[in-house]
T-cell receptor, first 114, second 114 residues
Framework: DSGVTQTPKHLITATGQRVTLRCSPR?????VYWYQQSLDQGLQFLIQ???????AKGNILERFSAQQFPDLHSELNLSSLELGDSALYFC?????????????FGPGTRLTVL | GESVGLHLPTLSVQEGDNSIINCAYS??????FIWYKQESGKGPQFIID?????DKRQGQRVTVLLNKTVKHLSLQIAATQPGDSAVYFC?????????????FGSGTKLNVKP
């Protein structure tokens, strides 16, 4: 168990809908990262927050947004969902914003868009 | 658990044998590399990293070899155990190592036969 929790574990929704994925980092970790992993695709970095502020942005679609709250949990909002958004979404956390070898990943949320 | 990469290349080894998993990277400017292990139903887990000023780095039962000339990275697992069964993928990064500068491979599935 990495100490990072993600909810829900599974999410099935329809095209055009909006969903929110939630992540609670490990205790003491200030940095939260979101990744997308499609079937047969490598992990794609979406966005990083550090202590409530956006720190780095990857290939995140404009339909997607994220935030980190004062209690350090984070939410990833996906709107106007398309079939191609079906994927595993991982959250990771680390103490600092640059500890590349100390990211701890959660178990992921499996999103299925029908 | 969730299945990742149903069509990934698969390496099957006998328990106790050594495993070698390969990764080719494309960017000659990449100078930091990480190997991850992803078990079914779990998020990726850091295994070992290496910087381009090194050709080899050893961890516990794992060794990473870097050949910058041919842009090739390998992960060697000694005395492979059933618990090593997972998808393994590499990541490459370029300075200044922001997370949006990390690129992840799709991985290789390691199947350890008892």
């Amino acid at each position: 168990d990495s100490g990072v929790t993600q909810t829900p574990k599974h999410l099935i929704t329809a095209t055009g809908q909006r969903v929110t994925l939630r992540c609670s980092p490990r205790s003491g970790d200030l940095s939260v990262y979101w990744y997308q992993q499609s079937l047969d695709q490598g992990l794609q970095f979406l966005i990083q927050y550090y202590n409530g502020e956006e720190r780095a942005k990857g290939n995140i679609l404009e339909r997607f947004s994220a935030q980190q709250f004062p209690d350090l949990h984070s939410e990833l909002n996906l709107s106007s969902l398309e079939l191609g958004d079906s994927a595993l979404y991982f959250c990771a956390s680390s103490v600092a914003s640059y500890t590349y070898n100390e990211q701890f990943f959660g178990p992921g949320t499996r999103l299925t868009v029908l | 658990g969730e299945s990742v990469g149903l069509h990934l290349p698969t390496l099957s080894v006998q328990e106790g044998d050594n495993s070698i998993i390969n990764c080719a990277y494309s960017n000659s400017a990449s100078d930091y590399f990480i190997w991850y292990k992803q078990e079914s139903g779990k998020g990726p887990q850091f295994i070992i990293d290496i910087r381009s000023n090194m050709d080899k780095r050893q961890g516990q039962r794992v060794t990473v070899l870097l050949n910058k000339t041919v842009k090739h990275l390998s992960l060697q697992i000694a005395a492979t155990q059933p618990g090593d069964s997972a998808v393994y993928f590499c990541a490459e990064a370029t300075p200044p190592y922001n997370f949006n500068k990390f690129y992840f491979g799709s991985g290789t599935k390691l199947n350890v036969k008892p």
